[in-house]
């Protein structure tokens, strides 16, 4: 699933957040979607004021000045490097883009100016965007266009199933599907999302009407919902260990959430085991219909981004662009 770049103008300005992953984090999907953008035909370009929100990130990172000025020096050279251009946006007025986040004016500034779209990793930017009639992307779409352009024009797994290396102190698992089953059948059965061995299992109980997140810790919460023949559903669970397992589903406001005990230092570093997906870990209560994302997350996804992913067609997190940016740095 994702968002075709068919019909978009030439120009691409990258939004802060891109900028920096790829720059800094080697397996993120911005690094290699930069130059993917020139062989499908577009220009990237960034602003002044973005490199200068970038760089001020640098600066609020770094713990001293040599390192600020080491990291501002890595990010000039990925600039040259990529050979992006540096091109100059007029100051947004007082009163012009209300309705965008202070913050995130410049680069819709930018966009407006030069007739471009924007590559950015904000899921609520992104509908920001939208909503003023631009034409946001996130890099994933942009790698994924790229792989389907090519001449075996494969459609990738992982643009489906995105798993991260998992952690068992906190992370969320995203999901979206649907079934082909009638209501009858469904009704009378207990399909699995997905199981991870050891650790948590996702699944809809027919006989109860709920979608079930449960902990092999021996907590679960549960939410009522009618499954529908061909009807998309999303489900989002968080969990933090000790603190909280919480679950959230498309078409119900309030998430609701259980309380994750403490666990062992040794239980906490165990490996999170294998995934089964549609089925559960003995390849039964299997999940008949499609299975349009399933992304294991090494962070718990907020509720504005959960809220903006749900507003976003054919959106899903991207593990490996949302994670701790300081983290990477600080290793350098």
């Not at 946001?136 to 001449?151: I, K, Q, S, Y």
Request: glycine fraction near 6%.
């Amino acid at each position: 699933m994702y968002n075709s770049l068919e019909k978009l103008p030439q120009h691409v300005v990258l939004d802060s957040n891109v900028c920096l992953n790829a720059a800094f984090i080697s397996n993120s999907i911005a690094r290699p979607s930069i130059g993917l953008l020139r062989q499908l035909g577009f220009t990237p370009f960034v602003s002044e004021q973005i490199v200068n929100e970038c760089e001020a990130q640098l600066w609020s990172i770094a713990q001293n000045t040599e390192k600020a000025l080491f990291y501002v020096r890595c990010f000039r050279s990925w600039i040259e490097r990529e050979r992006l251009l540096i091109l100059q946006v007029s100051n947004v007025a007082v009163d012009e883009l209300a309705d965008i986040n202070r913050s995130d004016r410049p680069v819709v500034k930018a966009m407006q100016q030069y007739r471009a779209w924007l590559l950015t990793n904000d899921a609520p930017l992104f509908v920001e965007v939208k909503s003023v009639g631009g034409e946001p992307r996130f890099p994933m779409d942009v790698v994924v266009e790229a792989g389907l352009n090519t001449n075996d024009k494969k459609w990738p797994m992982w643009a489906v199933v995105r798993c991260h290396p998992m952690r068992r102190q906190q992370g969320s698992f995203f999901v979206r599907f649907d079934t082909l089953w009638s209501t009858d059948q469904v009704r009378r059965a207990t399909p699995h999302l997905f199981d991870v061995n050891e650790f948590m299992s996702v699944f809809y109980n027919g006989i109860s009407r709920r979608i079930v997140a449960r902990h092999d810790q021996g907590i679960e919460v549960s939410i009522p919902v009618e499954i529908v023949a061909g009807e998309m559903q999303t489900v989002l669970v968080n969990y933090m260990q000790p603190g909280r397992l919480q679950l959230r589903v498309s078409g119900i406001s309030d998430p609701v959430q259980a309380t994750l005990g403490a666990a062992s230092e040794i239980a906490l570093s165990q490996p999170v085991g294998q995934m089964f997906i549609q089925c559960d870990r003995q390849s039964s209560n299997q999940l008949n219909g499609h299975l349009r994302a399933l992304v294991a997350h090494p962070k718990t996804v907020s509720g504005d981004r959960w809220r903006a992913y749900l507003s976003i067609p054919n959106a899903s997190p991207n593990p490996w662009d949302e994670v701790s940016l300081g983290d990477f740095i600080r290793g350098l």
